[in-house]
T-cell receptor, first 114, second 113 residues
Framework: DTEVTQTPKHLVMGMTNKKSLKCEQH?????MYWYKQKAKKPPELMFV???????INESVPSRFSPECPNSSLLNLHLHALQPEDSALYLC?????????????FGQGTRLTVV | DAKTTQPTSMDCAEGRAANLPCNHS???????VYWYRQIHSQGPQYIIH???NNETNEMASLIITEDRKSSTLILPHATLRDTAVYYC??????????????FGTGTRLKVLA
């Protein structure tokens, strides 16, 4: 199983809502990533978890709150977002601390903030 | 993080080889070259990666120059389904920490019928 599953596929939320994005993998990968992708732009790294601990935060605003409750699951909690946060949010996983390994990406959650 | 430079767009005739170049002149000795592609609105798909030797798999070939400052991804017989944005990524190896996959601007490949 080389699949990274993201739910929901689409999400519309108001600026005062709280919602969560979910990412799951069963490949035994201990590094997991959140990316944000705006239309016609490359994915931008947001967070990296290694062995369930946050190891990289690319200066992401606090309205985005990641969580890694176990080695298979990664969440992104959203609160008080702005319309400019509308984007495709991608999750990925890989074996950590090894250069010669590929990351597997999910199909993303398309988020619209209204 | 080593920076990569790719042409913005390329066209290729269906059935012909697509050769996608990438410059990574600041690459370090322990950094790998990865290629991903992204078909419209889907998640990026891994294609191939290498350190210094040429690599081939069922999808593509990767040619890395001897000085490692550039590489070329070759899709040997392009099909319409290969139309996508192709990203070249340079990522450190080693075991001392967690490393990032940083995407550059990519090359938009259009395969023409």
């Amino acid at each position: 199983d080389t699949e990274v599953t993201q739910t929901p596929k689409h999400l519309v939320m108001g600026m005062t809502n709280k919602k969560s994005l979910k990412c799951e993998q069963h490949m035994g990968h201990r590094a997991m990533y959140w990316y944000k992708q705006k239309a016609k732009k490359p994915p931008e790294l947001m967070f990296v978890y290694s062995y369930e601990k946050l190891s990289i935060n690319e200066s992401v605003p606090s309205r985005f709150s990641p969580e890694c409750p176990n080695s298979s699951l990664l969440n992104l909690h959203l609160h008080a977002l702005q319309p400019e946060d509308s984007a495709l949010y991608l999750c990925a996983s890989s074996t950590p601390n090894t250069g010669s390994t590929e990351a597997f990406f999910g199909q993303g959650t398309r988020l619209t903030v209204v | 993080d080593a920076k990569t430079t790719q042409p913005t767009s390329m066209d290729c005739a269906e059935g012909r080889a697509a050769n996608l170049p990438c410059n990574h002149s600041t690459i370090s000795g322990n950094e790998y070259v990865y290629w991903y592609r992204q078909i419209h609105s889907q998640g990026p798909q891994y294609i191939i990666h290498g350190l210094k030797n040429n690599e081939t798999n069922e999808m593509a070939s990767l040619i890395i120059t001897e000085d490692r400052k550039s590489s070329t991804l070759i899709l040997p017989h392009a099909t319409l389904r290969d139309t996508a944005v192709y990203y070249c990524i340079v990522r450190p190896g080693g075991t001392s920490g967690t490393y990032k996959y940083i995407f550059g601007t990519g090359t938009r490949l259009k395969v023409l019928a």
